[in-house]
């Protein structure tokens, strides 16, 4: 059966926030029925398999309606909210599927407390996956891509360029700190306000915000917190991105032969370093700490040994060679593990590095690192050592042929210039794909690495 829907009610389906992702968990609703909501105000929070993300509304209008209560995983394409539109044209809606009963909403793992959006870039997709949730008739609505993937750049639609150019979690800072966006000055590409410039306008005379320190174990938010009640056992559904993680890490294992070596390193002079990097005028205010110079270390070494960055390519049964580096720099968040990149390292300055690192611990802690910033890595770095690990065999990010993974740097008694010293000492950790490195080239990497670290200067003979 066919029928129409009222004139003024348009439905916001669920979009495909990734690269063929099929479905997604709503983590919040930012909205209730009755409430007023403006174009590019972000509505809900859901959770894929790859991040955390915020999704704006494409038109003005009053909720009248949410399809799916918080911890629902739903299909993409699913409509997810109804909103009253004053002018709204009627909109034809698809045959009605048999009715069928309504099953209650699954009791889900509640959402890590303080954990904090992401905003990425989508498009809608056709594609479907078993539903878990009972779900309402579906309006057929054109999808407003043009205007959302604009809204998603920081640009409004080419209708209303007057509106200031902000992506929606910036929108959603403005409004929940009072900032009238129109009044604010802003500082990013193509007159982009950025979450700056808000705090900016919020408290003019505030202080900056000093770069945050690496953080301990115990700096991260709290794992959700589970009431036993006696039981002997506690199970927790694997979703979203430690569902993605776990098969990764499997696929990776089980597909590409892992070596590793291990080499100790004294890096007190690499110690020495950071504490006059930090006093450096070009770096202040930058993020300088060990983790800066041995991503440095890395990116020479591979200048040096080009094929250790590359990947194995199954199908066309090619090795395929990078003449580029996107750092992964592996992150422990409370949605679990992450490995965001930082696109085209090798090209970076060591400022520049600083920066991209600060940038990428900070989106990460906040829970904001986008699905793009996730892909496409070609060697990664794994920091074990925050965690007191003196070091471990790390499994390879999918598609990439080596990792590296730092332990904790102590101090250690240490042969130095023929004599027993206290010095400050880390165990280095190289795996790597037998496939396409070889004993030889990965042994030539991790020597470099630590011969670096030991003598820092070579960063400025070797690069």
């Known amino acids: ?76 394409g699913t409509a997810i909210i109804a909103v009253e539109v004053a002018g709204g044209a009627p909109v034809p809606a698809p045959a009605e599927p048999e009715a069928s009963a ?31 949730p009972r779900k309402g008739p579906e309006v057929t609505v054109p999808a407003p891509a043009e205007a959302i993937q604009a809204e998603l750049n920081g640009h409004a639609p080419a209708a209303d360029r007057s509106r200031p150019l902000a992506k929606p979690p910036v929108r959603k800072l403005a409004k929940d700190l009072g900032v009238d966006l129109a009044a604010v000055t802003p500082s990013g590409p193509d007159g982009v306000i950025t979450r700056e410039d808000v705090h900016a306008a919020a408290t003019p005379v505030a202080a900056p915000e000093p770069v945050a320190a690496p953080a301990a174990p115990a700096a991260a938010a709290p794992a959700p917190v589970v009431t036993y009640d006696g039981a002997r056992e506690t199970r927790i559904p694997v979703k979203g991105v430690r569902k993605a993680t776990a098969a990764a890490m499997v696929g990776s294992a089980f597909t590409a032969p892992h070596v590793t070596e291990f080499v100790t390193v004294d890096v007190t002079r690499t110690m020495k370093l950071v504490e006059e990097l930090k006093q450096d005028k070009e770096m202040q205010g930058r993020r300088v700490n060990p983790l800066l110079l041995i991503a440095k270390a890395l990116l020479v070494a591979i200048k040096r040994n080009p094929d250790i960055n590359a990947s194995w390519d199954e199908a066309a049964q090619e090795i395929v060679v990078k003449h580029y580096v996107n750092l992964g720099i592996a992150a422990a968040t409370p949605r679990g593990l992450i490995v965001p990149n930082i696109k085209d390292a090798h090209d970076k300055t060591l ?90 080239l990965g042994s030539k990497v991790l020597a470099d690495v630590a011969a670096i670290l030991e003598q820092p200067k070579r960063l400025i003979t070797w690069a």
């Open 351 to 440: 400022p520049q590095l600083a920066d991209a690192l600060g940038e990428l611990v900070s989106t990460a802690r906040e829970g904001r690192t986008s699905p793009s910033a996730m892909q496409g890595g070609t060697v990664t770095i794994t920091n074990v050592g925050v965690f007191g690990v003196d070091t471990g065999t790390p499994i390879l990010n999918p598609g990439e042929s080596a990792i590296l993974a730092i332990g904790a740097i102590k101090l250690q008694p240490w042969v130095h210039k023929g004599k027993v010293k206290p010095r400050q000492v880390t165990t280095l950790a190289l795996s790597f794909d037998h496939r396409l490195v070889d004993g030889e």
């Open 102 to 132: 309504a099953p209650a909403a699954p009791a889900e793992e509640p959402m890590a407390e303080g954990r904090q959006p992401v905003l990425v870039g989508y498009g809608v997709s056709t594609s479907s996956t078993k539903r878990r």
């Open 1 to 76: 059966m066919t029928t129409m829907t009222d004139a003024s009610v348009r439905e916001f389906k669920m979009p495909d926030v990734g690269e063929g992702l099929t479905e997604a968990e709503i983590l919040k609703w930012y909205v209730q029925p009755g409430d007023t909501v403006t174009d590019g105000q972000v509505v809900c929070e859901v959770e894929t398999a790859k991040a955390a993300v915020e999704l704006p509304i494409p038109y003005d209008g009053v909720v009248r309606e949410l399809r799916f209560p918080e911890g629902t995983t739903v299909d993409v």
